[in-house]
């Protein structure tokens, strides 16, 4: 498995940005499809966003999409999420994932708090 580590969470006002960061090492990052997934309070955990090995594709929750952009740096073994014109109900603990095959994600970062204030 490969050991993941987010950072770059905090607080927030709406309609301001962050970026989320998570740096992977252990084994051949490139290999990786990689996913973004958070948790709000009480809920369960909810799927962001998904990027390929090259990280020529991607795919959004719905509720993000417009706002986030996941990305990926191979050189640098990391995958960002972008969040731009946030929300109060973006607020959740924001979790990096890796899936060596589709999208089954088996290795998980120990999360980054996003909080959103209105």
């Known amino acids: 498995q490969v050991q993941l580590v987010e950072s770059g969470g905090g607080l927030v006002q709406a309609g301001g940005s962050l970026r989320l960061s998570c740096a992977a090492s252990?084994?051949?990052?490139?290999?990786?499809?990689m996913g973004w997934f958070r948790q709000a309070p009480g809920k369960g955990r909810q799927f962001v966003a998904h990027i390929s090995t090259s990280g020529g594709s991607t795919y959004y929750a719905d509720s993000v999409k417009g706002r986030f952009t996941i990305s990926r740096d191979n050189a640098k073994n990391t995958v960002y999420l972008q969040m731009n014109s946030l929300k109060p109900e973006d607020t959740a603990v924001y979790y990096c994932?890796?899936?060596?095959?589709?999208?089954?994600?088996?290795?998980w970062g120990q999360g980054t708090q996003v909080t959103v204030s209105s």
């Open positions: 252990g084994r051949t990052f490139s290999n990786y499809n």
């Open positions: 994932a890796a899936a060596q095959t589709g999208s089954t994600f088996d290795s």
